[in-house]
């Protein structure tokens, strides 16, 4: 476990590392690019560089720890992968449950996976499940699937934005998350995207929180490091979600 970068969560919890790609915002995984960097350097965990991997040894870390803390599960990976087992699974969630003082966040682009998994199995109440929405034809149709699944806090990460979005359905969803892409090939996000995503939450009542601008500036300029990447409108956006009330 390490301390993450990511602006949303405080950890990364990675008890599977590795995938492969099945949409366009998969393009230039950054998980990729670092788990190429650490097999080169020999880092424990990473001698398979980004073939998909299940490391057993990893599933006691969050019982180490006692001070609560927000993990982002597998944020070199993706739980709900076809080759991750059933079985592997819901060990990760014998931890989640065992460690109720922890919230686990658990984004996924196999988003059909969650009903067939959860579909005999409850959702730990310290578990919010999300899927990731980078544009209307891969990203739209997973929140339908997300939906199904009975999860006190349902997110979506709406990152990289890689078009509109268009009329979005968020019924049932309590937060969401937009960002640009990052990188040396970074495609860029607009601003009316970004704007058009936030005022649905608005509408909806939603917790929206905006990430990054990525490697484009809200001006449409390609930088290696811009200035204010986190304004949207002028302001930054940072709400979160309230994990109160019985599952939905």
């Not at 484009?216 to 940072?238: E, M």
Request: proline share 7%; hydrophobic share 40%; charged share 20%.
């Amino acid at each position: 476990m390490s301390e993450s970068k990511i602006e949303w969560t405080e950890q990364t919890w990675n008890p599977v590392t590795g995938c492969t790609k099945i949409s366009p915002g998969c393009k230039h995984c950054y998980a990729e690019t670092l788990a190429i960097r650490l097999q080169a350097m020999k880092a424990a965990g990473y001698e398979r560089g980004f073939a998909l991997t299940l490391h057993p040894a990893r599933l006691q870390q969050p019982l180490q720890r006692k001070k609560p803390t927000v993990y982002f599960v597998n944020s070199m990976s993706d739980l709900f992968h076809e080759e991750v087992p059933d079985t592997f699974i819901e060990q990760v969630m014998t931890v989640a449950r065992r460690t109720p003082q922890h919230t686990y966040q658990i984004l996924t682009k196999r988003a059909e996976r969650l009903p067939r998994f959860f579909g005999q199995r409850a959702v730990p109440t310290n578990v919010w499940l999300g899927v990731s929405v980078e544009n209307r034809q891969h990203g739209l149709p997973r929140i339908d699937h997300l939906r199904q699944v009975a999860a006190r806090i349902r997110f979506l990460s709406v990152e990289p934005l890689l078009e509109h979005l268009g009329p979005m359905n968020l019924s049932g969803i309590h937060w969401v998350i937009v960002g640009g892409e990052s990188g040396p090939n970074a495609r860029p996000m607009r601003p009316e995207w970004a704007l058009a995503v936030r005022d649905q939450c608005e509408a909806a009542g939603l917790a929206f929180f905006f990430k990054q601008w990525g490697g484009w500036g809200a001006d449409g300029v390609r930088r290696a490091k811009h200035v204010n990447g986190r304004l949207l409108a002028g302001r930054t956006w940072d709400a979160y979600p309230e994990p109160t009330g019985a599952l939905l």
